[in-house]
């Protein structure tokens, strides 16, 4: 090997190794990968990441986010509950298109004057010898008049933990037991709230039917805002005695 041929290979050699150290070594001994959520950053934050939780308020100079579900911590409530609150924060987000505000969009809606839009989560809990349920309650601002008040229940079986639906609380087909919770739901909201009473709101169907609670002697029935009668009436319920309709309903569910 002749001296030129050396040194080239001495060259090459050098330029690679420089390289080496330009892209993927930092002065700190980082190293640099594709994917920046993989960085070797040498501090430990896994206790960090335990202790903030998994629901954390978020307050930005927009909009804030806040949870009020202390007490929640069975972990397959836990599970089915986050789907539910990411979903609702996911949209929230996109539909306020917070990233991407002018400044004649922070005008007009006044959030350069301390205007906020807000997304809040609640939660009731109900609890009969053999039902858990929780009810919970998203609370929504985004301007106008007033906010607005989603509602949902998440319904399980002490024993087993099983998550349960309208069809496990009623052993005939639903076609049969909706029809006689909205004919008796029909009797109930006209008697209590009249003229005002919005009848579609409790038709014969599941999703009229989709929010509910039990005690020990009955099955009562939660509507959203607007469903059955105006918003000043706020979220109305409509309880159904269990030995009232003992030919369609699952009694070992309630005290007999």
Known sequence: MNTNTLKTILVILMLVIAGYLIFFRLPDNKIVVDNPTLVDDTEDTSNENTEKGLWEDEISDYYEIKYDLDGISDENVVADIDRWISDRVYQF???????NLSPQDIETLGFNKGMKYS????YDLHESKTIKSYILRTEYFTGGAHGNVEIIS???????????????????????YLSVLAALGDKYFTGKYGEAFFPEGVSATPANFGVWYTDDEKITFVFQPYQVAPYAYGIPEFPVVATGVSDFINLDYFAK
């Open 93 to 99: 987000k996109k539909d306020g298109n917070f990233q």
């Open 119 to 122: 997304i809040n989560f609640k």
């Open 154 to 176: 998440f319904n399980y079986e002490k024993e087993n933990n099983k998550r349960l639906g309208l069809n496990d609380m009623f052993k005939k087909p639903a076609e049969d």
